[in-house]
């Protein structure tokens, strides 16, 4: 009897152990035992410049917020120079990092290079028409952007003169400041329109000098498209005290007087779809005309800041028309060059 009960007890212990083996695997198998996707930004400018940069930061960083369980993110700044963007990327690939973002269209050349040596990573460029199986772009519809603001300087000019600066006169540049011109003549077929490419993305001190140019000739109102350039364009409206349209980022905040609206880029419109397709799979069987994922007004990637008119050059009238070009662009509804 003393020896039923030893064995009785040895075959509790031992279906014990068992359901306790099987439970620790199954939750390993349904639980968080999946290692989470290693992510690198890397940035040519500062986290908080008021704009390109600033819009990427907080785009992925909304979306990391919403996934911390998926992810890990580092982000590095300041990463400009082509000779520096190479090594940049190389490291983290071999630091075996799954999805690398180069947030530039001076990554380009760079980033296919190094996505051709790590097929096993994930490379997304941001603006510009070079890909690899293993890479996508991630780009601004920005005609849509500059129609609308052409639409509002339109509006608001009191000499029928308005201007337009950029950067480099790049695609996603040209496809704005192509959208600007027509946003324009579709108010005031006559209106004057002084356009200048400063050359330089981040050229503060020539955009500031364009800018005094363009408002010293009886231009009132002018559109920027551009990165680091920005800043001079807002820096010469203020001290002229006329009024500009910002890009990118609410640059309201540098010229409150002085801002009238701006174009804004939510990146994260894009940005989990990008993580959908790499989790799925579908990210390396894209076609060629899929690997570019677009902003704009129609999928909620382009906003516009509120309208800020201390001036009170806009009427009631005038207001609702920039609000039902809005719509109707966000509806799709207005065909516009440069797309």
């Known amino acids: 009897m003393k020896k039923n009960a030893t064995t009785c007890l040895a075959l509790a212990l031992a279906l014990l152990l068992l359901t306790s083996s099987l439970v620790a695997c199954s939750g390993n198998e349904v639980g968080t035992g999946e290692e989470k996707l290693q992510v690198a930004l890397i940035l040519p400018g500062k986290k908080d410049d008021v704009s390109f940069n600033q819009a990427m930061y907080e785009g992925i960083t909304t979306y990391y917020e919403g996934h911390k369980d998926e992810i890990d993110l580092k ?69 849509s952007g500059g129609y609308l603001m052409g639409v509002v300087a339109a509006l608001a ?96 905040p540098l010229g409150p007087n002085n801002v009238l609206t701006g174009i ?7 940005i989990e779809q990008i993580f959908k397709d790499i989790a799925d799979g579908s990210f390396t069987k894209l076609e060629d005309d899929e690997r570019i994922y677009w902003i704009s007004i129609a999928n909620g990637g382009l906003m516009y800041t509120d309208i800020n008119d201390p001036k009170g050059v806009l009427t009631d009238e005038e207001l609702a028309k920039i609000q039902e070009t809005f719509q109707l662009l966000k509806e799709e509804k207005i065909e516009f060059e440069g797309e």
Not at 132 to 139: G, L, M, T, V
Not at 180 to 189: D, I, L, W
């Open 264 to 270: 804004e880029y939510h990146w994260e419109a894009v």
């Open 75 to 143: 982000i590095v700044e300041n990463v400009y120079e082509v000779a520096d963007i190479e090594p940049a990327l190389s490291d983290f690939a071999d630091q075996g990092y799954d999805v690398i973002f180069g947030h530039g269209f001076q990554f380009m050349e760079p980033l296919v290079t190094v996505a051709d040596r790590y097929p096993d990573s994930y490379f997304l460029l941001g603006t510009g028409y070079m890909f690899r199986e293993n890479s996508a772009i991630y780009d601004v519809a920005l005609g």
């Open 157 to 252: 000019t009191e000499t029928n003169k308005i201007g337009v600066i950029g950067g480099v006169d790049a695609s996603e540049m040209v496809r704005g400041h192509s959208g600007f011109k027509q946003g324009a003549k579709s108010v005031n077929p006559d209106i004057e329109i002084q356009e200048v490419y400063t050359g330089d993305w981040t050229d503060t001190a020539g955009a500031f000098e364009a800018a005094n140019g363009m408002y010293a000739s009886g231009v009132d109102v002018i559109w920027h498209s551009g990165d680091g350039i920005g800043i001079g364009v807002v820096q010469s409206a203020v001290e002229n005290d006329k009024y500009v349209l910002g890009n990118v980022a609410n640059q309201l």
